[in-house]
Nanobody, 121 residues
């Protein structure tokens, strides 16, 4: 069973930046890594994913967020710049044994515990 441990959340003001980290164990480096987020009362939504050199982003974060991986550290990152109040949510790291990128949370079988990101205006 894979284990995912996130870190890096916090409270910032609009326009500032945060970097989230997620260390993954129990999966090969060739499998997909993704970030989702969930605001109170909302469905969990796709943010970004990476598999090999391929990266996919939600339209709402394109140009502001960057996903990257360091396979030597089994870690995936989410660099979040120009944060907006609407980015406030619990952010979850996800992974799957497959290498395909999916934007549906049900396609991922391993999840982290979540880290809170709060952006004030």
């Amino acid at each position: 069973q894979a284990q995912l441990v996130e870190s890096g959340g916090g409270m910032v003001q609009a326009g500032e930046s945060l970097r989230l980290s997620c260390t993954v164990s129990g999966l090969t480096s060739g499998s997909v890594r993704a970030w989702f987020r969930q605001a109170p009362g909302m469905e969990r939504e796709f943010v970004a994913a990476q598999s090999g050199g391929a990266k996919v982003y939600a339209d709402s974060v394109k140009g502001r967020f960057t996903i990257s991986r360091d396979n030597t550290k089994n870690t995936v990152y989410l660099q979040m710049n120009s944060l907006k109040p609407e980015d406030t949510a619990v952010y979850y790291c996800a992974a799957d044994r497959d290498s395909r990128i999916w934007e549906l949370p049900g396609k991922y079988d391993s999840w982290g515990q979540g880290t809170q990101v709060t952006v004030s205006s």
